[in-house]
């Protein structure tokens, strides 16, 4: 967890002095790298470094390309970094509900657990279509309520695929690994955890970024 932290740190540094010509990149990278640790930074430095070598004005020109390039076979980079987006919001969302619902003591069906994956599906849901209209607005100018329904779009199916992966792995913590006491969200132990939840979650993630890329629902994004 510290190493992730200070890969996050490192990340959140660098944008500070050489911020991203997309504005959520400045969020999703950080975030990713709470999980990824040191494989986000290697893949910050290699592919979202680069970025800084386009203008806005270039974004834009060339959304026609990009467009045309998504329908194509996508890199492994086109993925991944299209599924750090609500890997990103899965993430925010996951921190929020865990300590909102600790502090309340909510329960779903007499489970905490259950609680927490209506609260994490709502909030990933919520926060990754966020992140994917700040995404697709640069690109495309749409209206407000266009670029809404095209976030809504190209992000829907691929939370809920992270999401697979993370409520299976959550499940195998709660009922297999620390059935008795649970694993408290204020423990570290407990976080350590949820980084394994998110790979898991990015990895189930994956081939439907793949698929919504080349299907042409959602941009990528090298």
């Known amino acids: ?93 996951d921190i929020i509900a865990g300590f909102v619902l600790f502090a309340l003591g909510w329960t779903l069906f007499g489970k905490p657990l259950f609680a927490q994956y209506a609260a994490d599906l709502l909030l990933a849901w919520l926060l990754g279509i966020i992140f994917q209209y700040f995404t697709i607005m640069p690109l495309r100018h749409l209206s407000t309520l266009q670029a809404l329904l095209a976030a809504i779009k190209s992000d829907t199916l691929s939370i809920l695929a992270f999401e697979i992966g993370l409520f299976a792995w959550m499940a195998l913590t709660s009922f297999v690994f620390f059935p008795s006491p649970h694993l408290r969200v204020t423990g570290p132990d407990y976080w350590f955890m949820m980084q394994i939840g998110m790979i898991f979650g990015f990895v189930t993630s994956y081939p439907m970024n793949r698929w919504l890329i080349k299907a042409g629902w959602k941009q990528a994004m090298v």
């Open 1 to 93: 967890m510290a190493l992730a932290f200070f890969c996050a740190a490192v990340i959140a540094y660098d944008e500070f002095r050489h911020p991203q010509k997309m504005w959520i990149m400045n969020i999703v990278w950080p975030v990713t790298a709470l999980y990824f640790s040191v494989f986000a930074l290697w893949a910050y430095f290699r592919f979202g470094t680069g970025n800084q070598k386009i203008s806005a004005e270039s974004i834009t020109g060339h959304h026609r390309d990009l467009m045309r390039q998504s329908r194509k076979e996508p890199t492994s980079a086109d993925i991944g970094i299209s599924d750090s987006h609500c890997g990103a919001g899965c993430t925010i969302g």
